[in-house]
């Protein structure tokens, strides 16, 4: 057994927290920024309460859900939009869904899924480079696939 067992290790000296904090606002993107060359933001934002929670999945969805949220946050938007693999897609008729229209969300928004699995999806709302995500489907149930898409 190592005689250092029991020896503390000095905590590292590390900046005051102050000095992380910048002191203007964080500059927003421009209109000129091309957002589909960026990495996306998810947000909970507008994230509807009352839907479905996560503590619904079983740890094994909850562990797929998560991945899915790891790779599409590793990718660009112009990725996630060519690639059928990662299952984006806008929804051309919000009416075709089965709960209604959050009131917080402006109705000018497009609601978009994304696949998690073949049974699990997401929902929420695509602004510049932020994923507002909506709502949690573990079965399906919002947009089953015989409704209209854009």
Not at 90 to 116: F, V, Y
Request: charged share 25%; proline share 6%.
């Amino acid at each position: 057994m190592p005689k250092n067992k029991n020896k503390k290790i000095p905590a590292p000296n590390l900046p005051e927290i102050s000095s992380f904090v910048p002191n203007q606002p964080l500059k927003t993107l421009r209109d000129d920024v091309n957002h589909n060359k960026l990495m996306p933001h998810l947000s909970f934002h507008h994230f509807d309460e009352s839907s479905e929670c996560i503590s619904d999945w079983t740890s094994s969805e909850a562990k797929q859900l998560f991945a899915k949220l790891r790779q599409l946050s590793q990718t660009t938007w112009q990725e996630i939009l060519s690639s059928g693999g990662l299952g984006y897609k806008e929804i051309q008729n919000s009416g075709s869904l089965s709960r209604q229209w959050p009131a917080r969300l402006s109705t000018d928004c497009t609601m978009s899924e994304i696949r998690i699995s073949q049974k699990s999806r997401i929902f929420g709302v695509r602004r510049e480079r932020a994923f507002y995500l909506v709502w949690l489907d573990r079965n399906h149930e919002i947009l089953p696939e015989n409704k209209q898409r854009r």
